[in-house]
């Protein structure tokens, strides 16, 4: 494999909770509530950073990429912590 594959796999893995996460947090934005203390870029990174553990942990527990239950997963604890963000 070559570095540029390796890459776009990982790019490719990532993908999904990078994008849930933009989606919520632009919520966030738009309703002009969040946790005060947490900026935009703390919120999006914490967000993200969830994402990708969930994603992980979906990927040990399955031995595979690509289950419907680790997006599920994904949704659910990236829009736990954006409904927690915003409730302050």
Not at 3 to 19: E, K
Not at 21 to 31: H, P, T, V, Y
Request: aromatic share 10%; hydrophobic share 55%.
């Amino acid at each position: 494999m070559t570095p540029l594959s390796v890459l776009a796999h990982l790019a490719g893995f990532v993908a999904p909770a990078l994008g849930v996460g933009l989606l919520l947090w632009a919520g966030l934005r738009i309703r002009r509530k969040g946790r005060p203390g947490l900026g935009s870029a703390m919120q999006l990174s914490l967000l993200w950073v969830l994402g990708i553990g969930v994603l992980l942990a979906g990927l040990i527990y399955f031995g595979r990429d690509g289950k419907i239950a680790t997006y599920a997963a994904l949704v659910l604890i990236q829009g736990t912590v954006a409904w927690w963000l915003r409730g302050r």
